[in-house]
């Protein structure tokens, strides 16, 4: 199941307004159990992100098909990648 506009606004604004010294990831997780959530350095990550933020890039996965995959498409997406940039946690 896709995520939907709503969800992924909610999820940005999640990650823009977490403290400087606070994860956004126990708060995104709480709030949407069913996501597929995986967090990594952003040099882990050679596909642009969808939305980048002072401490990490926003990347989408599409696991619709038989492997999972990044995709810039929000219509595909069933989880996220959080790649942590600059010390991001």
Excluded at 7 to 22: C, G, H, M, Q, T
Excluded at 32 to 58: E, G, K, N, Q, Y
Aim: glycine share 6%; proline share 7%.
């Amino acid at each position: 199941m896709a995520l939907g506009a709503d969800e992924l606004k909610e999820i940005e604004r999640l990650i823009a307004e977490a403290a400087a010294n606070e994860s956004p990831i126990p708060e995104l997780r709480r709030r949407f159990p069913r996501l597929v959530l995986t967090r990594c350095d952003a040099s882990d990550v050679t596909d642009p992100p969808f939305r980048s933020f002072s401490r990490f890039d926003l990347h989408l996965i599409d696991g619709s098909d038989h492997c999972v995959q990044i995709t810039s498409d929000p219509d595909r997406a069933t989880g996220v990648v959080l790649a942590a940039r600059n010390g991001g946690r």
